[in-house]
């Protein structure tokens, strides 16, 4: 029978290989949860939460503490109707983080029961993306080192974090350039910049010859207005990240005409928010990236099975398994660099 039998929650630390700085933020570690479903007929399916008190206002304790109301909620469901499983669990409206970790549980269960990997079961529009990877914030010298490391492993698409020292970040820019010619960029400010700010960012920018692909959430997440001021004049295309976690943000943010990009993380909005994003995308001729917070290879394979199921992204920022200690790999898909595939 694919009818759930049980839920469980299990605290997991991992520890980043260097600090991860981004705008008015240092991280050490991460602490994400393991979310395990069990059937009756003993199958298992996996997801993690990575939560995110400065983007969700989650904080670990409380969503431990969610594990029997969960399991009260989706006991005795059939995974072979997952759309119903998910109708219930958007109801966490304030624990986003395990939504998703609970919702992609029930595709990797349901998905070991009838033997069907979950891409195939979201589209199977792709066999392999290309992630990026990301340079914190640091000095000038540092960031320069981190690129050339980068560029050594293969990686050709640079995310780059900006948004607490202006000049500084304009320097860093130009110097980053210098040494990686032909890469493609995603400045990402992590709502770090004044509007004003954000558009001397992109015009000097933009006058030392430097293309930018995306430049994300430059403004603060609630400042939309400021978003679209951005947008409008800047000569790269703006991303909204912060500002559009669940689906009714990125309708408003569609209706104010206020960004070229969306940045989907399963983190922010959960499966079922994700799959309606991208209709609403494609719909409103938006483009899309994929993101993730702290997610070790068993959250990020969450992310790189809907990449790979939907085909509807035009970037994948789901590097941060590169960047943790994690003693045992525990992704369905291979990585060969940058190149992620099944």
């Known amino acids: 029978m694919a009818k759930i039998k049980k839920v469980r929650f299990k605290l997991n630390t991992f520890e980043y290989i260097k600090p991860f700085h981004i705008a008015n933020n240092i991280a050490y570690d991460t602490k994400n949860i393991e979310v395990i479903i ?47 499983i998910f109708e219930k669990i958007d109801s966490l409206k304030s624990a986003s983080s395990i939504k998703a970790a609970v919702q992609y549980a029930v595709l990797d269960a349901f998905g070991e029961e009838v ?30 080192k981190d690129v050339r490391e980068i560029l050594a492993r293969g990686h050709r698409i640079i995310k780059i974090k900006v948004g607490e020292n202006l000049e500084e970040d304009i320097q860093g820019m130009i110097a980053i350039h210098e040494v990686s010619k032909g890469c493609k960029y995603i400045v990402d400010a992590n709502t770090g910049y004044t509007p004003k700010q954000a558009i001397k960012f992109v015009k ?20 939309i207005e400021g978003l679209k001021y951005v947008r409008w004049k800047s000569p790269f295309p703006v991303a909204a990240d912060e500002s559009a976690r669940t689906k009714y943000d990125v309708f408003r943010l569609i209706k104010e005409e206020a960004v070229d990009y ?22 409103a001729n938006l483009r899309l990236i994929i993101g993730c ?50």
């Open 38 to 84: 069990e059937l009756e007929n003993g199958i298992q399916g996996f997801g993690e939460a990575s939560p995110s008190f400065r983007v969700n206002g989650e904080r670990i304790e409380a969503l431990m503490a969610l594990e029997e109301v969960v399991e009260e909620m989706i006991m005795e469901m059939d995974v072979r109707e997952y759309r119903r």
């Open 115 to 144: 033997g069907v990997p979950v891409y195939q079961i979201l589209g199977g529009a792709k066999k392999e993306i290309e992630t990026d990877y990301t340079i914190s914030i640091g000095s000038i010298e540092e960031r320069v």
């Open 204 to 223: 000097e920018v933009y006058r030392a010859g430097i293309d930018i692909s995306v430049f994300e959430q430059p403004v603060d997440m609630n400042d």
């Open 262 to 283: 969306i940045n989907i993380k399963l983190m922010k909005s959960g499966i079922s928010d994700a799959l309606a994003i991208v209709e609403m995308a494609r719909t």
């Open 293 to 342: 917070m702290g997610e070790s290879s068993l959250g990020i394979n969450q992310s790189v099975h809907f990449a790979l199921g939907t085909g509807a992204f035009d970037f994948h920022d789901l590097d941060s398994l590169l960047m943790l200690k994690e003693e045992k790999f525990r992704g369905k898909y291979k990585v060969e660099g940058p190149v992620y595939k099944v």
